[in-house]
């Protein structure tokens, strides 16, 4: 097939047949639509018969996109002044990017060793590299001006986008930016590649990467009525939600019925499964088989108390907005600090008191384990509760019908029901209070970080500072015996 200039626009057009992406941004922000999905790519070579001027363009064009060469998509993403923009203290997400690289894909920032690791990629293999924008209309652009909505756009489209075009989402890597120096056309450039060969080679061993470049009219027409359909406005599913809403409130009381029973059932199953003359702490080296059952009990019991719910769902969110953050400002010696710190958790086997050990978590990966120790061992101490109280037969044979065995399992059931009637009634009692705890320490750690970063920044220009000094003495002890 033959491309020329007045091929249409978002079809997988090369992109070295363009003089520039503005050229090709002019022509389609003529267009009406609210959402513009632009899409082009770079092939990993040109067809043999390409012209000296095409291959040389391309090669600048490749170091660009394959963020190889000095001026690479990655530096235009985040320039200042694109991100920023003039007018960029009326958009929220200003502050946020100044502590983050300013990029993202569907699952959230990324860090700057995931971008490491994502130009690493980008630059190995023979692959096509897409790359595009999508821009909004000043009317919709309050759609995109904060990192949320941003990832929440990419989130619902993108992976239904790879899977229209014929990819496999789990091995694509995508790279996102947001733009705001042009507030009223606010737009997301983006590139994305495969990760890895997933073409059987025919001819010899091995996989091959997608030789193809063009992505069909359907999938990138499906993808920008999608896009558009984000900016509407859907009274039909705002009705709907509110039945669903009318419904669940209406269903509560038996909702609750029903993830209490499950609940009961699972911690009926961990006494029954864990062991009787083993200590029941979280950490102990004991329970590391059974850990990912204590934790859906855990998830179980908390879903069955609103409380409890809202307080840990608060939790997991500013966890994840959290973690991109503190990695990048504790730099190099991060992974360094979550080894120490894991050992320290991994290791408290008892229970502990609310705040005891919390102060010397700086990582989230150690917040999160210890929260799931601290909810863990709530589990873990109804359960040995329950067993206690477990009527188990001796051994000997029984009557069919034998009085004094139904009695004892009569009674065994009672207490436990009583024990789990006073433990859910108390869950938000329970829970709440450890998950305030690390909640804080989040909302701690980051200014001790930052104050820690800062002693060790003066303490280095201290160090070098004396060692300007002892050099200055030694050359100057050095002349005067001249």
């Known amino acids: 097939m033959q491309f020329s200039r007045k091929t249409p626009i978002g079809i997988g057009i090369p992109d070295f047949l363009f003089s520039s ?17 632009d899409i082009a790519y770079t092939p990993y070579k040109l067809p043999k018969n390409a012209t000296q001027k095409e291959i040389e363009t391309h090669r600048k064009n490749r170091a660009f996109f394959d963020l190889s060469g000095e001026n690479n998509l990655y530096k235009y993403m985040t320039t200042e002044g694109k ?29 700057k060793e995931q971008v490491k690791e994502i130009k690493k990629r980008a630059r190995t ?34 992976n239904q986008f790879f899977r229209d075009a014929g990819f496999n989402p789990d091995n694509m890597d995508l ?35 997608r030789k193809k470049g063009k992505i069909s009219f359907e999938a990138i027409e499906k993808m920008t009525e999608r896009l558009n359909a984000f900016t509407l406005n859907d009274d039909l599913e705002e009705k709907r939600l509110a039945v669903h809403d009318a419904l669940l409130r209406k ?84 992974r360094e600090r979550v080894n120490k710190e894991l050992h320290i958790v991994e290791n408290m086997e008892g229970y502990t008191e609310l705040g005891d050990g919390m102060k010397r978590l700086y990582t989230i990966e150690a917040i999160e384990w210890d929260y799931k120790r601290r909810l863990g061992n709530i589990v873990l101490r109804q359960v040995r509760k329950i067993q206690d109280e477990q009527y188990k037969p001796k051994y000997r044979p029984y009557k069919v019908n034998d009085k004094a065995l139904k009695r004892n399992l009569t009674i065994s059931a009672r207490k436990i029901q009583r ?18 705890t690390c909640h804080n320490r989040l909302q701690e750690i980051e200014k001790e970080i930052e104050y820690e970063r800062k002693q060790e920044e003066a303490k280095e220009k201290q160090a070098e500072e004396e060692r300007i000094r002892q050099e200055a003495i030694r050359r100057a002890k050095y002349s005067w015996s001249k």
């Open 21 to 37: 992406t503005k050229e090709r941004r002019k022509q389609i922000e003529k267009q009406s639509t609210p959402v513009i999905f």
């Open 125 to 158: 293999g023979e692959k096509n590299l897409w790359h595009g924008f999508i821009s909004f209309n000043e009317e919709d652009s309050k759609l995109i001006d904060t990192p949320e909505k941003c990832i929440d756009l990419v989130k619902k489209t993108f």
């Open 251 to 334: 269903s509560s009381a038996y909702s609750t019925a029903v993830m209490n029973d499950i609940a009961r059932r699972m911690l009926k199953d961990l006494a029954d499964k864990l062991p009787r003359d083993k200590p029941l702490w979280y950490a102990s080296k004991e329970m590391a088989p059974y850990r990912s059952d204590i934790d859906y009990a855990a998830r179980w019991l908390l879903s069955s108390n609103p409380e409890a719910l809202d307080a840990d769902q608060a939790f997991q969110k500013e966890l994840r907005q959290k973690k991109i953050r503190l990695q990048d400002k504790m730099g190099a010696w991060y």
């Open 175 to 209: 790279l996102c930016a947001l733009h705001l120096d042009r507030p009223e056309h606010l737009h997301i450039h983006y590139l994305f590649f495969e990760k890895e060969p997933k073409i059987k080679n025919k001819r010899a061993k091995g996989f091959l990467y």
């Open 419 to 436: 024990l789990n009637e006073g433990f859910f009634a108390s869950l938000g009692e329970l829970f709440t209070p450890h998950i305030s």
């Open 83 to 111: 991100v920023y923009g003039k007018e960029a203290e009326r958009f929220t997400m200003l502050q946020y990017l100044q502590k983050s690289t300013g990029v993202f894909n569907q699952e959230g920032l990324l860090s």
